[in-house]
């Protein structure tokens, strides 16, 4: 496509032509000042055409400069220089989209700045811009791999103040569903909180307090196979170290700066059920993890439990009629003391949906509980010294020995 010619004609145009051909710019910052009239050029091509334009309107042969007040001669020289470093730094990083930034030194921001003063910007296209597209362009070409503005694989940041260039890679997010078949682990890595991880003598060394956890156990596959630096994880919600969970709860991995992003899930997947504490299924890398995580944080889900219950004394039958007060009232619950101390004090109202409850000894009762999302079973069965109302305990007179919880429904409904 040509320059407008409706354009060069006016008399604007050849006062502002002028005046930055004063300035002994290259055609790649000439072409910038009108970068945003017409399309299908770019703006070396544009400047060409504005300098033989210029030429003839002084009737002076006007040559591109051998530098470039401008730029510095970027376009000529240090673009290719940029390329090529780019291509070494994300040779051996598996990626299909890129994305280029700019961050431009104070110097040139200083001299585009200056010229916009004296011409305006009212057809202009920023320096920054045009590296990006044309850095964008080259790498494009050279390594196969396609510009993408929206969801890159990397983002690669080209600093010209301290002339370094960086890499942004996008994590691999990882979906699944486990089951937790042991008691005694977390979800997730927990940090011994006196020594952040360093190792000291109330961790016994470890750095964490539980010598694994369901997401390192299904991280340890992920993390050799790409190469990734660490992994997140984030799930629909937690059972308690010591509960199991029997159904398949969702769960998102976040697999943070990965080198390698094919990967067999289902091979990967074998590996991790060897496992005798932790099952997955349905392994799958998404595209919009941190959408699907926001949604597992926020969508409240009942879930069902079955809790086994040991009472200090003999059961009286004749007051387990009371239980039928469980699912007439909403339970008020104040945040249990065993997690107060790192949650808010607050008091939380949330609905039994179903209580069943058989006696199973002398002492011993065993309960099934459908409740909404956030409501505290074992709170519910012991009474936590009354900060549970209504509980089973107080509802039997009768005060809890011991007791075990396993998660046997999440309510996600299909998927």
């Known amino acids: 496509m040509k320059f407008p010619i409706e354009v060069l004609e006016e008399n604007k145009t050849k006062e502002k032509l002028l005046e930055v051909l004063k300035s002994e710019v290259c055609d790649s910052c000439l072409g910038r000042q009108w970068g945003m009239t017409g399309h299908g050029l770019t703006n070396a091509e544009r400047g060409k055409i504005l300098r033989e334009f210029a030429s003839k309107l002084t009737k002076t042969e006007l040559k591109e400069p051998d530098a470039c007040t401008l730029c510095n001669n970027f376009f000529k020289d240090g673009i290719n220089k940029v390329v090529n470093e780019i291509i070494k730094k994300?040779?051996?990083?598996?990626?299909?989209?890129?994305?280029?930034?700019?961050?431009p030194s104070s110097e040139l921001e200083r001299k585009q700045e200056n010229l916009w003063g004296r011409i305006g910007i009212e057809d202009v296209e920023t320096i920054k811009s045009e590296i990006n597209r044309e850095v964008g362009k080259r790498i494009e070409k050279?390594?196969?791999?396609?510009?993408?503005?929206?969801?890159?694989?990397?983002?690669?940041?080209?600093?010209?103040?301290t002339n370094t260039i960086r890499t942004q890679v996008k994590s691999l997010y990882i979906y699944g569903k486990y089951q937790k078949l042991a008691r005694g682990i977390p979800q997730t890595k927990w940090i011994c909180s006196k020594?952040?991880?360093?190792?000291?003598?109330?961790?016994?060394?470890?750095?964490?307090?539980?010598?694994?956890?369901?997401?390192?156990?299904?991280?340890?596959?992920?993390?050799?196979?790409?190469?990734?630096?660490?992994?997140s994880m984030h799930a629909s919600g937690r059972e308690d170290v010591d509960a199991r969970n029997l159904d398949w709860r969702p769960f998102v991995i976040e697999l943070i700066k990965p080198v390698r992003r094919k990967i067999n899930l289902k091979e990967i997947g074998k590996r991790i059920n060897k496992s005798?504490?932790?099952?997955?299924k349905a392994l799958r890398i998404v595209d919009n993890?941190?959408?699907?995580?926001?949604?597992?944080?926020?969508?409240?889900?009942?879930?069902?439990?079955?809790?086994d219950a040991e009472f200090k004394n003999k059961i009286d039958r004749k007051l387990l009629k009371n239980l039928k007060n469980i699912t007439k009232e909403a339970v008020l619950q104040k945040?249990?003391?065993?997690?107060?101390?790192?949650?808010?004090?607050?008091?939380?109202?949330?609905?039994?949906?179903k209580f069943l409850y058989k006696v199973v000894g002398n002492k011993k009762m065993q309960f099934k509980v459908?409740?909404?999302?956030?409501?505290?079973?074992?709170?519910l069965i012991t009474g936590d010294e009354g900060r549970t109302q209504p509980n089973?305990?107080?509802?039997?007179?009768?005060?809890?020995?011991?007791?075990?919880?396993d998660v046997i429904k999440i309510w996600t409904g299909k998927g």
Do not use: M, W
């Open 392 to 405: 089973v305990s107080e509802l039997i007179n009768n005060k809890v020995k011991k007791l075990s919880l």
């Open 335 to 353: 945040t249990p003391t065993r997690v107060v101390h790192r949650r808010a004090n607050k008091t939380r109202k949330r609905h039994v949906k």
């Open 195 to 231: 020594c952040v991880g360093k190792g000291c003598t109330f961790c016994k060394g470890e750095g964490k307090l539980y010598k694994t956890s369901i997401q390192e156990i299904i991280e340890t596959p992920l993390l050799t196979t790409t190469r990734s630096k660490n992994s």
């Open 370 to 379: 459908r409740a909404e999302s956030g409501l505290y079973i074992k709170e």
């Open 90 to 103: 994300v040779r051996g990083i598996e990626v299909n989209t890129f994305l280029i930034g700019t961050t």
């Open 289 to 307: 993890g941190k959408e699907l995580i926001r949604k597992l944080k926020t969508d409240r889900i009942d879930k069902t439990y079955l809790v």
């Open 276 to 280: 005798k504490k932790v099952k997955v």
């Open 142 to 161: 050279l390594t196969k791999k396609k510009f993408d503005l929206k969801n890159p694989d990397v983002t690669i940041v080209v600093d010209l103040n």
